[in-house]
């Protein structure tokens, strides 16, 4: 949104309005990039946007900004490729994902004269690198401004507790979670059938404890619950 306050142009009104009205956006780390490429022979790989970044749950100052300086938790979710719609007669609802792109150069942004879509929503400045961050967004693009909510349910695999989060909160939490699953999607090949078959699987939610690493300075570690 503060690319838009740059230009008093009519599109950036536009994405403002729908911003406000017919438009959600929710905020995601993952250090693997959306978009997968073709290695060098043609196998789809995903790639990571930093190598040498610690698994999202260990990133300190993901803590201390996001989760009340470890007073709070981390939540790690499993998003099935349903989670994903297109525009068609019968629901209009569009929902994607995409990384975010960040840059120090705000003449890329400048040299049209306007802002779009891509750029009001998915780039952030330079400094914020380190987070990661990938957005799922969601809207009508016929802009009546009723839209089905995002469907996740049974989508959360893990819980992580922070350092300092209360030990009845955690209690809370683990018993809101009781029994509950996440549930994973793969394409097999039916032999019989001759064609490729969808199989569900499902998993139990697991709970962690943040620790310091003292091993290994200036680091975190994840304690499963079970083995604290």
């Known amino acids: 949104m503060e690319l838009l306050t740059l230009y008093g142009d009519d599109i950036s009104r ?6 406000k009205e017919c ?4 905020c995601f780390v993952k250090n ?9 022979d043609d196998n789809l790989i995903w790639e990571q946007k930093h190598d040498n970044d610690p698994e999202e749950y260990l990133n300190d100052l993901m803590w201390a900004h996001y989760a009340d300086n470890h007073k709070g938790v981390c939540i790690k979710y499993h998003f099935n490729n349903d989670m994903t719609k297109f525009a068609d007669e019968a629901k209009s609802q569009v929902a994607y994902f995409r990384d975010v792109e960040y840059t120090s150069d705000m003449d890329s942004y400048r040299k049209n004269g306007a802002i779009n879509l891509q750029d009001a929503f998915f780039a952030k400045g330079k400094a914020w690198e380190y987070e990661n961050e ?8 016929k802009g ?12 959360i695999v893990a819980v992580y507790f922070g350092l300092k989060c209360p030990k009845d909160q955690q209690t809370e939490i683990m018993d809101i979670l009781k029994g509950r699953k996440w549930v994973s999607e793969k394409s097999v090949w039916d032999v019989a ?34 083995d604290l």
């Open 193 to 226: 059938k001759h064609s490729f078959a969808n199989i569900k699987e499902e998993h139990p939610v697991e709970f962690f404890q943040m620790e310091v690493d003292k091993t290994h300075f200036g680091k975190l570690k994840a304690v499963k619950y079970g």
């Open 134 to 141: 990938l957005r799922l967004l969601s809207y009508d693009p």
């Open 23 to 26: 438009l959600k956006i929710t």
């Open 32 to 40: 693997t990039k959306v978009q997968p490429k073709l290695d060098n």
């Open 144 to 155: 009546t401004g009723d839209y089905a909510s995002i469907d996740a349910k049974n989508s």
């Open 14 to 19: 536009l994405i403002s309005e729908s911003y």
